[in-house]
């Protein structure tokens, strides 16, 4: 009997052995998320690894990309084929522009991939996601991420801190009435109450110009300067504009002159911080007036949902988004969240798995997005999520992770927040060139030389803190240099055939 025990007792062990060997063994595969706010993700990811060792043989690491960040993380891992990286979040906006960075054969071709492993994404997510993710890439036609089903529509608003308003004297009904060129009086109270170190208006300065102007991303253009103008029908999105389906110079407008003047006029007054207009501080200057609630005024390219996320309920004040315009689908939207894997990965199929799964399954994208239950948040007696003070420590970016329609509703938000959610983004309007992409290939020379300019420039005027009266001529006249006329020409050629064949 001792020696069936002993037998057994030994077997117990090399079972446990090879056991523990094999998760010793599983590959890590690593994802870079955009826009996060995380410092402690230890006990998510102990949760996350034990949760998918079998599901994805793989074991996960990940790097918090932030919104000041992001961009050079991501464009130097994919430039230098850093294989560290697997997966890399992408979009029609971000440094590593999805179609640019496909066509250069930096992120893999997923069709196979998807065929073999990705039934249960295909099931989950819309098939107009999937086709919004459909280009020609440098594998051919297909597609090359997979895209998040979050806010499917592009919606900028004002983000008002109504605390602050009311002290002032003024209403949410007064402030919609105001149109930005209206804004000073009310910064100028502001100023006065609060002190010289305060600044009222707090700006992302070049969404901000697209909210005043009515102008849209347009997708394929120089992501980290947009050059190009197209102009929404403001009380109809999904009418013509002004101008028609016509590209402009962004910088030569009517339209982007008169904003410029009168941005440098509240900048001239003290009601911008000069360090939004600096790239290398503007990003985490908005965050960090956001996350205390030191502003009256500020942008915000909003989704359904934003104002029950923990980034405005810790604000400590009342808060209210006000559109600019009604919501509208544009290709930027379509392809506005999304993670790719990288060509350089040495784990492409273990890093398919894990999307597809991250996508499809509310156990992991409610962990990864979340947190652990009992630490991060708790559920309460009607199974909505209340999260906890760990939470401060643990805050990704939700809309850019992925599927966000199968998270559990959160007690801020309210039970039926994800039906809510899929409705209005159901109801938005399509642009007249919505599906529209640039692709920039035959002017890329130029579109370098034209970003290189603008990077100049752009922002600081956006953010008021040059004279546009002595600077947008040097301006223009250096992007003239650089092939503007060009890049314009190759862009409505391309916007031409594409309006025909609708």
């Not at 039934?119 to 020609?136: F, K, N, V, Y």
């Not at 592009?154 to 003024?170: A, F, I, K, M, S």
């Not at 939004?276 to 500020?298: K, P």
Request: net charge negative.
């Amino acid at each position: 009997m001792k020696k069936v025990f002993a037998l057994i007792l030994a077997l117990a062990m090399v079972l446990t052995a090879a056991s523990f060997s094999l998760a010793e063994e599983l590959p890590t595969i690593t994802i870079m998320f955009h826009g996060s706010n995380v410092t402690d993700d230890t006990a998510v990811l102990e949760a996350v690894n034990d949760y998918i060792a079998d599901k994805v043989g793989a074991k996960l690491e990940v790097v918090w990309g932030t919104w000041g960040d992001f961009d050079d993380k991501a464009t130097n891992a994919l430039l230098s084929g850093d294989s560290g990286i697997d997966m890399v979040f992408t979009c029609s906006w971000s440094a590593d522009e999805y179609n640019t960075y496909a066509k250069n054969g930096y992120f893999v071709k997923l069709d196979d991939l998807i065929a073999e492993y990705g039934a249960d994404l295909t099931a989950a997510i819309p098939e107009s996601l999937m086709q919004a993710a459909t280009i020609e890439g440098a594998e051919g036609m297909g597609v090359y991420a997979v895209n998040g089903f979050k806010d499917t529509a592009t919606q900028n608003t004002w983000d008002v801190n109504v605390t602050l308003l009311n002290e002032l004297g003024y209403t949410l009904d007064d402030f919609r009435a105001m149109s930005f060129y209206d804004f000073g009086e009310m910064f100028q109270k502001a100023k006065e109450l609060k002190g010289d170190s305060f600044y009222p208006f707090l700006v992302e300065p070049m969404v901000l110009e697209r909210m005043v102007t009515g102008s849209i991303i347009v997708t394929g253009d120089s992501g980290s300067t947009n050059l190009l103008s197209l102009y929404l029908n403001q009380e109809d999105v999904s009418a013509d504009g002004p101008e028609g389906n016509v590209l402009l110079n962004k910088f030569a407008t009517e339209e982007y002159r008169r904003f410029v003047d009168k941005m440098h006029e509240y900048y001239e007054a003290g009601y911008v911080d000069p360090s939004l207009a600096v790239a290398e501080t503007s990003n985490d200057t908005r965050t960090n007036a956001q996350n205390t609630g030191d502003y009256l005024i500020g942008t915000q390219s909003y989704a359904y949902g934003y104002e029950y996320s923990p980034a405005v309920l810790d604000r400590g004040i009342e808060v209210a988004f006000v559109p600019c315009t009604e919501p509208y689908v544009d290709t930027t939207a379509a392809q506005g969240a999304m993670m790719a894997i990288s060509t350089a990965s040495e784990h492409p199929v273990e890093s398919f798995k894990f999307l597809a799964l991250l996508n499809s399954d509310p156990t992991l994208m409610t962990l990864m997005n979340y947190g652990v239950e009992g630490v991060h948040y708790n559920l309460n007696a009607d199974g909505l999520v209340e999260f906890t003070d760990e939470r401060a420590n643990y805050s990704p970016w939700t809309n850019g992770m992925g599927n966000v329609t199968i998270l559990p509703d959160t007690a801020a938000e309210g039970a039926g927040f994800r039906e809510a959610f899929k409705a209005y983004y159901a109801s938005a309007k399509a642009i007249p060139c919505a599906g529209f992409a640039f692709d920039n290939t035959e002017v890329a020379n130029e579109m370098a030389a034209l970003g290189t300019v603008a990077a100049q420039y752009a922002l600081a005027l956006d953010a008021g803190a040059l004279d546009p009266e002595t600077t947008l001529p040097d301006f223009l006249a250096a992007l003239d240099d650089a092939g503007m006329q060009t890049y314009l020409d190759a862009a409505n050629a391309q916007l031409e055939a594409f309006m025909a064949a609708k």
